[in-house]
């Protein structure tokens, strides 16, 4: 197959964006002199690139430079791209791996709110979680797997407008010993939840990026107590650990 733009217009126009991205805003002259290519072409690709509103011209220095609409184009293309179809085969290739019940969740407010589950078939224990049901971040694995990733003054925040209740007697309920959690967090990489929403129950975290970098997603495997010894974390842990690093 020949390597080689049938189009030559759009192999020029694409590479004027390309050049405008990469070193910002220039004049006419350094364009031409950048791709090779005489000013006169140069000007027809930017005259037309600025009626399709992609390209803005400074009146004062006379240099051009990249709209807003392409990030604009660029955000509409993000907004179409479902994470959930990239996430769900790692959620059951873990799941199958390890047996157990893998959760996949979204930063929301105080909480943080299941988009997808993938339930362990080796077991009859089954979690209660329900895709669309909402845990809050202070007492969850996911959410101080998220909250770890926050600056202080947003940890303070969420934690002053969540509900501190105890919902079993390993709820932490005192700040600076979630502070402390927290510090261990970012220490390991990943959370625990230690019987702190539910009795019986362990799990283990991590917080994963958006395309920007915001860690407003997290994964956790989650099972019984009785399964969930301090050398299952561990191992848990490096597969975990592993596979974020993957994601980014």
């Keep these: 197959m020949e390597n080689k733009n049938p189009i030559q217009v759009a192999d020029r126009l694409f590479l ?11 004049p006419l002259t350094d364009l031409s002199r950048r791709l090779d290519l005489n000013k006169s072409t140069i000007h027809r690709i930017l005259t037309s690139l600025m009626y399709l509103g992609y390209v803005k011209q400074d009146t004062e220095t006379g240099k051009y430079y990249l709209s807003f609409k392409i990030l604009s184009l660029a955000n ?43 339930e362990s078939t080796q077991n009859s224990v089954r979690m209660v979680s329900k895709v669309g049901s909402r845990i ?23 934690w002053d407008r969540s509900d ?25 990489g990943y959370a ?11 799990c283990i975290a991590i917080a994963l990026p958006d395309y ?3 860690y407003r997603y997290a ?7 009785t399964r969930m010894s ?13 596979m974020k690093a993957d994601f980014k």
């Design 136 to 158: 809050p971040l202070f007492c969850s694995g996911v959410g101080k797997a998220m909250m770890a990733e926050m600056p202080d003054e947003k940890i303070k925040k969420i």
């Design 219 to 225: 994964m956790s495997i989650t099972a019984p107590v």
């Design 76 to 118: 509409h293309l993000l907004e179409k791209m479902d994470i959930l179809d990239s996430i769900r085969p790692i959620l059951r290739r873990i799941s199958a791996e390890t047996g157990e019940t893998v959760h996949f969740v979204q930063l929301d407010g105080t909480d943080a709110v299941y988009i997808c589950k993938e």
């Design 16 to 26: 004027v964006l390309e050049t405008l991205a990469d070193a910002g805003p220039l």
């Design 164 to 188: 501190r209740k105890e919902y079993t007697p390993h709820t932490i309920t005192n700040y600076e010993d979630f502070l402390n959690r927290l510090k261990e967090v970012k220490e390991k």
């Design 230 to 242: 301090d050398e299952r974390i561990q191992e848990l842990a490096e597969l975990l650990l592993r």
């Design 192 to 202: 625990l939840d230690d019987e702190e929403n539910e009795l019986g129950v362990r």
């Design 212 to 214: 920007s970098g915001v």
